[in-house]
């Protein structure tokens, strides 16, 4: 009987339960003047409010539940196949913390640079240009190559130098550059 009663009770408590009752001072002029009219709605909303607040709380757990975990495994000497594997597993979820952070580009970049021949040739080299020089080299004609021969070899082995100068600063620059990452990069 005990059950009964305490069911009974339960049944009356939530059926009269009114979250939205207001006080008498917050009545409105403009709002429903039937005090049973006026109640109706207030329990309505305050079922509405109860489903939606256990419905946002079911949704909290659920993702709560399904949220995934992180799991730490040690491996140690691990090859470059076996993180590959892994990383193909486990969806790119797959940490692989560097016990080395900073290594130079030197280690791992190398460079092949050709320059054209010309610039290894003889023709940039200061005893040729030197005799091609005239004292007179005016008296010969503007359509003559001896007038601008000097100049002209001069131009192309200054822009020879230039550009060994400028592939020698790069690879300087190269060589003391360092990546820095905290994981390992894999190819791609």
Known sequence: MKIQ???????????????????????????IQDANILLKYQKYKTRLYVILLTVCLY?????????????????EDISYEKLNKLYSEHDKSVLCPCSTIKKSYENFVSNQIEIHPICSSIFIKSDFI?????????????????????SQFKVLSSLCNFSKEMILQLEFDIANVDLLTLNYILKD
Do not use: C
């Open 5 to 31: 009663r305490i069911f009974t009770w339960l049944y009356k408590k939530v059926s009269n339960y009114n979250l939205f009752m207001l006080e008498e001072h917050e009545y409105d002029a403009d709002q």
């Open 59 to 75: 949704i909290l757990f659920y993702i709560t539940l399904i949220k995934s975990e992180s799991k730490t495994i040690l491996i």
């Open 130 to 150: 030197d005799s091609l020089y005239f004292p007179n080299a005016s008296s010969y004609g503007v359509w003559d190559f001896r007038t601008t021969a000097y």
